[in-house]
């Protein structure tokens, strides 16, 4: 209110200037006549503009120191906010168990650097600029998406052409790029490009705490000529460079880089704007890369569970849903197993013998693959395989039984021979599903499971055992060979053909061949 008092004063000295003037020198009436300005009616009217004129501009002035006392006020309580948060941290230790390490402060003079000494008003500006990046970072919730944000509102207070994060990974000897943007296409230091920290100019930063200006990264490469990091980013025409390491709960965590197409770009201003908000962009860094550690342990887990659990059934189980079950009217399930595994077990170590089973399984593995059927476990040396009962998943079956047995011919087991294997499919009724909640394995239950193991049993060496059934519904497709009949215990007595082969379509095959059809 000051000033506007003082515009009234102002205004009311000029009033009596005024009447004493055409008072005593103009003799235009007494004083109190001039004050009353009564011989003059268009003097009182410019007299009162004059008066509201000066009052006007007094209650203009109080309005302006007013609002810059606000801000200043406001500035102040955020910096002692800001630095009782640095204080906070100034005793975390260096990761290779120095003492500590004083972290330097945004103090109000530094906070004033920000704008160049702009006043309360233009760095309050800049304060909500910085303020403004920290609120989107938090609100982010991917590390992809919190960079992007970065990238879009903090050029209002760093100048850039490009931004690069880096981190430590996958040691903490190797820096290794994760996210980076700019604003041209062609970039030499990629997502995934990494280099060694040790005895690098980076390592030396981690330790200082410090951001690093380079403002002639040219010069800078002639005096380190063994930088390929330099040479790539020169490649891409930056110039001009701000490093920036970044740090959570004391654990280095890597590297923020701005980069500039043109040289000198760089000054301690932006250094200690960075620093406003080193620590949120640290947290939104630290806290995207345990997701992704997540994320990965997730996918990890998932791939264990797929070698035991058909795809279909893994979201279920994930969401909690025990016991997990499934009806097939008709379903393929084919055994294969090793002649003579027994022997080969007691003449050679366990751990010859694992190796020979894993390259077995292997070569199994991606024969099923292939022709698109299930694998569903394997019960010592034997491997088993499932696929819908249609003509569809038998001729797979049959196809994969085939490519299985000559795949194994030219496979060698630990006696150096030729591994030979039994074959047996049969088709029926099953029920599949999980139903333990302590060991998560899928299963199949149903005679037809007793009907190939049993089959496989008595299986020639090379044969391929099949049920009538299967012979009459792909009759079309292959050849089979009458092997007579057996008795199942459980299950009765099944007449059985033995598989030979894919059927060519040839006007030979239109002909009855009994050696090659089965027997009626």
């Known amino acids: 209110m000051r000033f ?30 001039s004050l009353a300005c009564g011989r003059n009616g268009t003097e009182i009217a410019t007299r009162t503009l004059t008066l509201l004129v000066f009052l006007g501009f007094g209650h203009v002035v109080d309005r302006l120191l007013g609002r810059e006392q606000v801000l200043r006020a406001s500035l102040e309580r955020l910096t002692g906010m800001l630095e009782e948060n640095e204080r906070a941290y100034a005793g975390a230790r ?19 650097r920000l704008t160049g000494g702009g006043g309360a008003t233009k760095t309050m500006e800049g304060v909500r600029g910085l303020l403004d990046v920290t609120a989107r970072l938090a609100l982010s919730s991917r590390l992809d998406e919190a960079m992007s944000q970065l990238y879009d509102t903090l050029r209002e207070v760093i100048p850039y052409d490009r931004i690069g994060l880096s981190v430590l990974s996958p040691t903490p000897d190797t820096v290794t790029a994760i996210w980076a943007r700019s604003e ?11 280099a060694p920290l040790a005895g690098s100019s980076l390592e030396a930063l981690l330790h200082a705490r410090k951001p690093r200006v380079l403002n002639d990264l040219e010069a800078y490469l002639d005096a380190h000529p063994n930088s390929t990091s330099t040479r790539r980013i020169l490649s891409e025409g930056v110039r001009s460079s701000l490093t920036c390491p970044l740090y959570s709960q004391g654990r280095p965590l890597g590297f923020v880089f701005f980069s500039s197409r043109k040289p000198n770009v760089y000054k301690e ?17 630290d806290r995207g890369l345990q997701h992704q550690l997540l994320l990965d342990e997730k996918k990890r887990s998932e791939a264990l569970l797929l070698n035991v659990i058909p795809r279909r059934f893994v979201r279920r189980i994930q969401d909690g849903e025990i016991p997990v079950v499934e009806y097939h009217d008709r379903l ?19 751990e010859e013998i694992a190796t020979f089973l894993q390259g077995f399984f292997a070569a199994l593995d991606a024969v099923m693959k292939r022709h698109r059927v299930e694998k569903i476990k394997t019960i010592g040396d034997a491997y088993m395989v499932i696929a819908p009962g249609s003509n569809g998943g038998l001729e797979a079956l049959c196809a994969a039984a085939l490519e299985a047995r000559d795949r194994c011919a030219a496979l060698r087991g630990p006696d150096g021979r030729a591994v030979a294997v039994r074959t047996a499919i049969a088709v029926g009724p099953a029920l599949g599903g999980v139903l333990e909640q302590t060991k998560f394995a899928y299963d199949i239950w149903g005679t037809v499971v007793n009907r190939a193991a049993r089959l496989c049993e008595i299986a020639g060496i090379g044969e391929i055992l099949v049920t009538r059934e299967i012979s009459d519904h792909l009759l079309d497709h292959c050849t089979f060979e009458n092997a007579g009949g057996v008795d199942i215990r459980g299950v009765g007595r099944l007449e059985t053909f033995r ?21 009626p």
């Not at 055994?335 to 027994?342: A, L």
Request: hydrophobic residues 45%; negative net charge.
């Open 269 to 285: 201003a932006h250094a200690v704007r960075f620093q406003l908000v080193a620590r949120h962009v640290a947290a939104v860094v």
């Open 332 to 350: 393929g399930v084919m055994f294969i197993d090793i002649v003579s595994f027994t022997a080969l077990v007691e003449r050679f170590p366990a």
């Open 4 to 33: 506007t008092l003082l515009g009234v004063g102002l205004g009311l000295a000029v009033w009596f200037v005024e009447s004493a003037f055409h008072a005593y020198v103009l003799g235009d009436g007494s004083l109190g006549e």
């Open 499 to 519: 598989l030979l082969g894919h059927r060519r379509a040839t006007p030979s095959d239109l002909k009855e061949d009994p050696g090659s059809r089965r027997s």
């Open 94 to 112: 260096l990761p290779n168990g120095g003492g500590p390490h004083e972290v330097e402060s945004p103090s109000i003079s530094g906070l004033i």
């Open 184 to 194: 041209y296409s062609s970039r030499a230091i990629e997502v995934g490009y990494s």
